[in-house]
């Protein structure tokens, strides 16, 4: 599968990844306010995984000079695994919440919420290392 790709060169790579960490605090900010984690898990999870992708963005853009543009989600992750291919599960795991938590009636659940936090976190400091 060859995923659709734009070019990317350091200023994206730098826009990218201020997405990212902003994306990233504002989950964060919007876990600790609330009463109870379940209360914001579908916002906190939509925020992970808009941070997600946005560090993947940035690890590809630092790497390959290219960023994957589209809808299709599974060519995103292989571009990133040819990137990096260790971060590339958690972009997965992000991506594969995606829908449950910004478009389903069904809430997110706490399990998920967490997994959908280390994800985050992983590919936060794969964009990191790589920016």
Known sequence: MTARTVPADDRVRRGRLAKAEQFADAAVVVRALADEASDVA?????????AGIAAADTVCAARLGR???GEDH??????????EPSAAPHLRALLAMKTLAGYSHQPVSRDRA????????VLLGVARAAG
């Open 42 to 50: 579908d916002a906190y999870v939509t925020l992970c995984v808009h």
């Open 67 to 69: 960023c994957a543009r």
């Open 74 to 83: 599974g060519s995103a992750v292989t571009l990133l695994a040819s990137a």
């Open 114 to 121: 967490v997994r959908a936090g280390r994800a985050m976190d």
